[in-house]
């Protein structure tokens, strides 16, 4: 055990540091929930992209670094104390992009990789239906082979970013005979193409951050399936789970939320105090935040020594999301009675995007697996308990 | 970087994690509990013969030389079978405090100690209760001012019953004359290091504990029936396990990353106190939803859950009560100029 970073790991940090110095906006964007924000984050993506900081662990020759996950947290650290924007194309780099390594043709890859990259097409997920929400095996959306196309059928719901995203991937039922995990088909998705209907739906804070997608008589070209046909379940879940969460939730996040809120506690001390919870709440709140980077490492090095993932990776999801309520539920509690004004109130004054922040942080606890069915999980699958 | 503990040191604790398991059964434990000295010297005598007594006493003191990391795990397998024998004290506290204060202290006691002729016991006036005191032939004794070296005819020892009846606890009286070992700065500075070691000791302990209740639980629940179904299989049930693991399964880094720090002699009283803190909240959240999975088979003195569930209480007081480790916490991350947030946790 050495937690000292190496020479390399430190210069690697410099580098990341002084070049999101001299690119990041000074003007924070725009949300991407918003059509000027959307286009300013992919912008962005462009820029990163430029100087091949768009996805530092994809190989050199896909415009990445080759880094380690060790070196991605570090890039995670510095990308987060820079308050650099949020990536609008983190369901396709994260989530997609892993999978499209592990499972995409060589044609795949050259065609979407390099475009997802720069932030040129941004992508968007087709898990969710109205009768597939936790229950994600009852997806009933039909893709009818006919020749070399096929013919997709069926709704979508909770796409995120899909108002404006350029691409789709999903699961659909490519069997139709077949039920539950079998027959279903991993497919990507031009959203330009005839028969698509998206209907924004407006979020908690009102912007239509997600939307649902209709598909009437869908013609997708065959060479647009991912994996095997009927092998959708297996493709969408075998990538390891943890890189992909690690990806989308690394510490740095959390940590630098739990250092605004030491910050935002000590500014508001004298009123804070007087519910003698708060403080209790901001130091668990740094703890906890330091235990998920602590953790994080540890994991990462047992992976990047070629250790295998277990069960124990389905607690991330809940432990990351428990947290981010927590923090925001203390930060509206020093905020008081100006937690409830929205930013660009004229009296808001410095309550700043706490509130933003904490509207998001309920959704932590649904999306991506309700926190219900990741208790399930560590039950049956980590502690061994009876289904 | 490299967060990662080597081949060897797993290895190592797979043997006594083995050899734990199988002579520290809850039989044995309940054992110990009915007998007037409350230990076990053949499990003593058995412990030093691994080398476990002695194994951070320095090699030329006649031990194994091994450091807080490398028995920071074993610490985490006393704490999974509730082992009433004070190796964690002894290796993790009582040694490194003997061979830091060195000289003839350090060449008297430390190979006997290695050899398993003499027990240590170790008490801190933070809470002003010794454990062992009566069983043992030295008592090294902390106060911010004062460290203390104590055979048994130089204090005097009054019993206190623990909720843990492997705790044998004392109240300890000095007596008139006897002069400590260091005193000044240097006992201060000994004095925080029993804390941290002590502190550090418990949550690893802590760890293992709420391992060792999931385990029990997991087991009870998948063969106790209700309504015709395991309980096991309801999804209330599931959840109250699923809530320990995941408190457990995020207290296990902090709690190594303490080791480490005090194992490369870096400031470590942060670490440590974070680490006691969380490892004791989540062996305190398997105490209590454990003896709720179990209904009242889990209130009554035949099932043993109450072996862990009790040392789990007792962790979470000594060497540093819940307050003293938050205040250490709270006055890092208030003060000015701190450096917090992404990058600065190594």
Same mark, same amino acid.
């Given at each position: ?6 020479? *390399? ?133 039909? /893709? ?41 088909? $991993? ?81 508001? *001390? ?14 668990? &709140? ?102 | ?133 009566? *069983? ?17 005819? *130089? $204090? ?18 000095? &007596? ?50 209700? $309504? ?32 480490? /720090? ?53 962790? &979470? ?12 916490? &709270? ?14 946790? $190594?």
């Amino acid at each position: 055990m050495n937690l000292n970073y190496t020479d *390399q790991q430190n210069a690697f940090r410099e580098e990341v540091r002084s070049w999101l110095a001299e690119h990041v906006p000074a003007e924070p964007l725009k949300t991407f929930d918003t059509e000027e924000g959307f286009q300013q984050h992919r912008e962005w993506e462009a820029t990163l992209n430029k100087g091949r900081w768009g996805m530092v662990t994809w190989p050199e020759e896909l415009g990445g670094r080759a880094c380690d996950l060790i070196e991605w947290l570090i890039f995670e650290e510095e990308y987060y104390r820079a308050r650099a924007p949020l990536r609008v194309n983190q369901n396709g780099i994260f989530l997609l992009g892993p999978t499209l390594m592990e499972y995409g043709t060589e044609e795949q890859k050259a065609r979407i990789l390099p475009k997802m990259a720069n932030g040129e097409e941004v992508w968007a997920q087709g898990w969710s239906e109205p009768n597939a929400g936790s229950d994600m095996a009852a997806i009933r959306s039909t /893709a009818r082979k006919d020749g070399d196309k096929y013919i997709i059928n069926g709704q979508k719901t909770w796409s995120t970013r899909a108002v404006w995203a350029d691409w789709l991937f999903g699961m659909f039922r490519t069997d139709p005979d077949s039920e539950r995990h079998r027959g279903l088909t $991993f497919i990507l998705v031009p959203l330009n193409t005839p028969g698509i209907t998206v209907r924004p739906i407006p979020q908690l804070d009102g912007l239509p951050g997600f939307a649902e997608i209709f598909f009437d008589n869908v013609e997708v070209d065959v060479a647009n399936r991912l994996g095997d046909e009927g092998a959708g379940w297996s493709v969408a879940m075998a990538t390891a789970g943890f890189e992909r969460g690690l990806m989308l939730r690394s510490p740095a996040r959390f940590q630098e939320t739990a250092r605004r809120l030491v910050e935002l506690y000590k500014a508001n *001390q004298a009123s804070a105090d007087r519910d003698p919870a708060v403080r209790d709440a901001v130091m668990r &709140a740094w703890m906890d935040a330091e235990s998920y980077c602590l953790t994080t490492y540890e994991t990462a090095c047992r992976l990047t020594q070629g250790g295998k993932i277990g069960a124990e990776s389905s607690t991330n999801k809940i432990f990351w999301s428990e947290l981010d309520q927590a923090m925001h539920a203390t930060a509206m509690s020093i905020l008081g009675a100006r937690a409830e004004l929205l930013p660009h109130a004229p009296d808001a004054g410095d309550v700043g995007t706490w509130l933003d922040g904490w509207l998001f942080a309920q959704s932590g606890p649904i999306y991506a697996g309700t926190n219900e069915i990741q208790r399930n999980i560590i039950a049956e699958r980590m502690l061994g308990m009876p289904r | 970087m490299d967060f990662t503990f080597s081949e060897d040191q797993l290895l190592f604790r797979d043997s006594v994690r083995d050899f734990l398991v199988n002579e520290v059964t809850p039989e044995r434990i309940r054992g110990i509990w009915e007998s007037d000295s409350g230990r076990d010297d053949g499990l003593w005598q058995q412990l030093a013969e691994m080398g476990l007594t002695g194994i951070t006493v320095p090699e030329a003191h006649g031990g194994l030389g091994m450091d807080e990391l490398d028995f920071v795990l074993l610490a985490q397998e006393c704490g999974y079978v509730a082992l009433p024998e004070p190796l964690v004290n002894t290796a993790l506290v009582a040694v490194p405090v003997i061979s830091q204060l060195g000289g003839q202290a350090a060449a008297e006691w430390l190979p006997k100690i290695a050899a398993g002729e003499t027990r240590v016991a170790v008490g801190c006036s933070d809470n002003g209760l010794a454990e062992d005191a009566a *069983q043992a032939g030295l008592l090294l004794w902390a106060e911010p001012q004062a460290l203390y070296l104590l055979t048994p005819d *130089q $204090f005097s020892a009054r019993f206190n019953e623990s909720v843990d009846p492997s705790r044998r606890l004392y109240a300890i009286d000095i &007596a008139a004359g006897v002069l400590p070992a260091a005193s000044g700065e240097q006992a201060a500075a000994l004095y925080q290091a029993v804390l941290d070691r002590g502190a550090l000791g418990a949550a690893a302990q802590a760890l293992g504990l709420a391992q060792r209740m999931i385990d029990i639980s997991v087991q009870y629940t998948s063969e106790r029936q209700q $309504f015709g179904k395991v309980i096991g299989s309801f999804q209330a049930v599931k959840h109250h396990m699923a809530n320990v693991a995941v408190r457990l399964e995020y207290a296990k880094a902090p709690v190594t990353r303490a080791a480490y /720090a005090l194992a490369r002699g870096e400031a470590a009283q942060v670490a440590v106190s974070h680490a006691k803190l969380v490892a004791c909240e989540a062996a305190n959240l398997a105490a209590k939803n454990s003896i709720q999975v179990h209904g009242a088979m889990g209130y009554t003195w035949e099932v043993d859950l109450h072996i862990f569930m009790k040392k789990a209480w007792a962790m &979470a007081g000594t060497f540093g009560d819940t307050g003293f480790h938050k205040q250490r916490v &709270a006055e890092h991350i208030f003060a000015d100029g701190v450096a917090l947030g992404a990058g600065t946790t $190594f």
